[in-house]
């Protein structure tokens, strides 16, 4: 049972285009890493450990193969069981969240079942899913819970989101002149959360293999067995100094070429950054009843205009620190007024000027909400050099500078090349 052989590619990694399920998008506010972090999931990707024992014996396949065999999967049927673990570094804010969350978080008279802000739990500890797609206009998502469910579901224009615990639901219509235009562009990612929150292997994947290019050796690594399928282990890694991601492992199923289970590994050591992959997997048709739903007599529904109009509510640290929506923007890789990229692949940072050159202010406003000095104290590191002085936001993933005089960098890079990028552009 040894490993395959190792062969390396430099781009050519796309595996073709690939389009993304509608989703009205909308920041997370209130947690600056978590929003910075969801950026780097829709830019690099997310990862999760292999199973190193009773790896199957397989036929040697190179990595463009295996690439080639992820992108011609024609796979849109399937159910299962999917565990994600995330460790992004950020510190428990305990009750923190809910009271930067706008309009609150759950209860009766918010927006507690709108899947914009209830697929941030993501973002941390440990969470199971059960999932199943029919296609690229039949997908469902659940959370599950102890003693509850967050259930997500997709049928054709209808989008539905339910919590069992606070009985409340979230109801949209989908625009089908877009959602056909974004099919037209290439292949769905098979679930239909809010853009830039995957949930299963394969649009982990997918959004990883975006990313690959000169900058990326990608290689095959051996064998594993993941939810009782054969797969292989598709093994890419930057080749630059400064990024914060070590190595993500991609387990590919070898027969069908679906991702089965995703690791990111952190360039420091340790534990993954992110691990996710499918525990049990059934590759046949879903039932039709998994992607109907009725709302139960006395659940409160809330219709997607009055969500968005709930939204505005609130105060959240993006209201605290300038220039958080913007690092949020620039770090996705794009060239807009008032952003500027630095650097290429896994080392990318973005510069972004905010708006009237406002720095982060050393103390929170009196209206903010309790603990927010504590929490701002808590995640900044000060630090200075030829830019000045600022202060810099950490996770294990993507790091953030923000500069006293308004400029902030932002990318999956360590402190030093955040510091080393700011004194460049000074």
């Known amino acids: 049972m040894a490993p395959n052989d190792s062969a390396e590619t430099n781009g050519g990694s796309n595996g073709g285009t690939r389009g993304t399920a509608a989703g009205r998008r909308k920041a997370a506010r ?55 673990s995330a460790d992004l570094g950020i510190p428990s804010l305990g009750g923190l969240a809910e009271s930067f969350a706008p309009g609150g978080a ?19 500890g440990t969470h199971t899913l059960r999932v199943a797609a029919d296609g690229p206009d039949k997908q469902r998502v ?63 994947a997918e959004q990883v293999l975006k990313a690959a290019g000169p900058t990326t050796s990608v290689t095959v690594g051996g064998t594993a067995q993941v939810a009782g399928r054969d797969a292989y282990k598709l093994v890419v890694k930057p080749k630059q100094s400064g990024s914060t991601i070590g190595s993500v492992t991609v387990a590919v199923d070898a027969e069908n070429g679906v991702p089965l289970k995703f690791t990111m590994l952190p360039s420091s050591g340790g534990k993954a950054i992110v691990d996710a992959g499918f525990t049990d997997v059934d590759f046949a048709r879903p039932a039709a009843s998994s992607f109907t739903f009725t709302p139960p007599k006395g659940t409160e529904v809330t219709e997607a205009d009055d969500a968005k109009a709930q939204h505005g509510a609130g105060k959240g640290l993006g209201d605290l620190i300038p220039g958080a929506d913007a690092a949020q923007l620039g770090a996705g890789g794009k060239d807009a007024g008032n952003t500027k990229i630095i650097g290429e692949g896994w080392s990318t940072i973005a510069e972004i000027t905010t708006p009237g050159g ?9 209206d ?59």
């Open 30 to 84: 209130y947690i600056v890493p978590v929003a910075v972090a969801g950026v780097a999931a829709a830019t690099i990707g997310l990862v999760p450990a292999l199973a190193s024992s009773g790896d199957p014996d397989l036929p040697k396949i190179g990595a463009q193969e295996l690439i080639e065999k992820i992108a011609a999967s024609d796979t849109e049927q399937f159910s299962g069981t999917v565990k994600i």
């Open 106 to 124: 759950g209860g009766k008279g918010g927006a507690g079942a709108d899947p914009q802000e209830r697929m941030t739990e993501l973002a941390s």
């Open 142 to 204: 659940s959370i599950l819970d102890d003693a509850s469910e967050y259930s997500l579901i997709h049928n054709g224009d209808q989008v539905w989101a339910y919590d069992s615990k606070s009985d409340q639901a979230y109801h949209a219509t989908e625009d089908r002149a877009g959602k056909d235009a974004g099919r037209d562009a290439g292949k769905k990612s098979g679930h239909p959360v809010p853009e830039g929150v995957p949930t299963t292997p394969k649009a982990l």
């Open 358 to 366: 406002t720095g982060i202010p050393s103390k929170a406003p009196d």
């Open 368 to 426: 903010a909400p309790a603990g927010a000095q504590q929490f701002l104290d808590a995640l900044g590191d000060k630090v200075s050099g030829k830019f000045g002085s600022g202060t810099v936001f950490k996770t294990r993933l993507v790091n953030a500078l923000m500069t006293d005089d308004g400029k902030v960098y932002v990318g999956a890079v360590t402190k030093d090349a955040l510091v080393k990028a700011a004194n460049s552009a000074s």
